[in-house]
């Protein structure tokens, strides 16, 4: 017995082994020796990944090489301008967890056949103002963006639109779709649930919840700049994690835990624990309330649209959106100039440091997309090394290459 236990975990070790050295094979071929020299000294614990320089891209740049790759896929054209618009979204917001970054775990994906490029997106029940839209397993971008538009759509017609999504995946930056509503001129909520639970209950070390955002964006005079809410109910989103660790940097204590529930500071370890808290951090900190909004938001993207956890751990992700038309409820022009004069008050307010003028919710990414749309979008060599590797798995020319190798 005490032999065959001795036996199968040397078997473990050296199929460890043999997919290390695969993947160093790989590594090697894609992007030569010296970033590959970087992963291995960053996996030895080394941070030499963080000490490459940026590389900063244009957004045309950017998303042609997206929506080649989508296309390379086997993704329509139609399908892969929304889904490169609204990934490009998190870029060009400085939103730099949700963007290009992301197109690895897509291709692992598409790879493993968990999702499909060729979905068929289809209203499967609808009322005067609601609806239920099946999203057919593909990527979240484009049932997303279908969603939002049902919902302004109704909304217009009644004064309120709340359409549900089910068999969806992953969808990027929450507050692309709620801007939808705002750039409409209405109110628009965004919500979605992830496919892989990844956050902790408060008094719990089992990853329950995903990291579960929710988007609020209200109209003001400027259709470009709404009050946009964008935010996971976790402390941060796993997706941080992955920027920190690109960048070489250390986490701050508070943002995951190990199985046992003590505080993590390494960004490689917190992501393979895969155990963040939910906002707030701690129960003295008040993360019961970031814990109760995850499940609130689980509760409108899972439940809701009829979606339960599957069998093989992973839960079939939903979202949620609501439109209100703020016309409904008085003057329009009314609303916008008291939500300006609101907004106005809140960024007039004191600050403890006068370099550090207080802001509300959207100016940081409103501030990084004027600043990326003047000079381009700063991508790590991490994710441009990802990319060039996805390039080259599906066959996709990489356009991204006066990279210094
Ligand atoms: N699709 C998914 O599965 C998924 C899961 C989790 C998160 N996300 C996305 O990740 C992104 C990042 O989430 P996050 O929680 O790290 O966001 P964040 O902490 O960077 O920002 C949250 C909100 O706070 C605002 N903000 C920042 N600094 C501020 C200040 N000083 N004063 C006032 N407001 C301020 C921002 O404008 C933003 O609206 C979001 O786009 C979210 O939708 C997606």
Redesign the pocket.
């Known amino acids: 017995m005490r032999s065959h236990q001795v036996g199968s975990e040397a078997g473990a070790a050296v199929s460890r082994v043999r997919s290390a050295a695969a993947g160093v094979g790989r590594l090697l071929r894609t992007s030569g020796v010296l970033w590959t020299a970087s992963i291995v000294l960053d996996r030895a614990g080394l941070p030499a990944v963080g000490l490459w320089p940026q590389r900063t891209l244009s957004y045309e740049t950017l998303n042609a090489q997206v929506s080649a790759i989508l296309q390379g896929w086997g993704m329509s054209g139609a399908h892969a301008a929304i889904t490169a618009e609204h990934l490009l979204y998190?870029d060009l917001h400085g939103?730099d967890?949700?963007g290009c970054g992301m197109l690895h775990d897509y291709y692992r994906g598409l790879a493993a056949k968990r999702l499909t490029v060729t979905p068929t997106v289809s209203i499967v029940q609808e009322g005067p103002t609601t609806a239920l839209v099946d999203g057919g397993g593909g990527l979240?971008h484009v049932p997303a963006d279908f969603a939002m538009k049902l919902a302004i759509a109704k909304c217009r017609e009644t004064g309120v639109g709340a359409v549900a999504v089910r068999n969806s995946g992953?969808?990027?930056?929450?507050?692309a779709y709620a801007a939808m509503a705002s750039r409409a001129g209405l109110l628009g909520i965004a919500t979605?649930n992830?496919r892989t639970p990844a956050v902790v209950a408060t008094r719990g070390v089992e990853a329950v919840l995903?990291?579960?955002?929710i988007?609020f964006a209200a109209p003001t005079a400027d259709a470009e700049r709404p009050f946009?809410?964008?935010?996971?109910t976790?402390t941060?989103?796993?997706?941080?994690l992955m920027t920190a660790w690109r960048r070489g940097r250390a986490i701050p204590e508070g943002w995951a835990v190990d199985p046992d529930g003590s505080p993590v500071t390494s960004p490689r370890r917190a992501a393979n624990y895969r155990r963040l808290t939910p906002l707030g951090a701690a129960p003295e900190m008040g993360s019961h309330k970031g814990y109760g909004l995850a499940a609130m938001v689980e509760i409108l993207s899972s439940v809701l649209p009829g979606l339960r956890a599957a069998e093989d751990g992973d839960q079939r992700v939903g979202h949620f959106f609501v439109v209100i038309d703020q016309k409904r409820f008085g003057e329009s022009a009314a609303f916008e100039s008291a939500l300006g004069a609101m907004l106005g008050a809140l960024r007039a307010s004191k600050p403890i440091n006068p370099d550090e003028p207080?802001?509300?919710?959207?100016?940081?990414?409103f501030a990084a997309r004027e600043e990326r749309t003047r000079n381009g979008i700063p991508l790590s060599r991490f994710v441009i090394e990802d990319m060039r590797a996805v390039c080259r798995a599906s066959g996709v020319p990489f356009l991204l290459d006066d990279v210094d190798r």
């Open positions: 998190a939103i967890s949700h979240g992953h969808y990027g930056a929450a507050g979605t992830t995903g990291t579960n955002p988007a946009l809410l964008d935010m996971s976790s941060v989103p796993v997706g941080k207080v802001l509300v919710a959207g100016d940081p990414e």
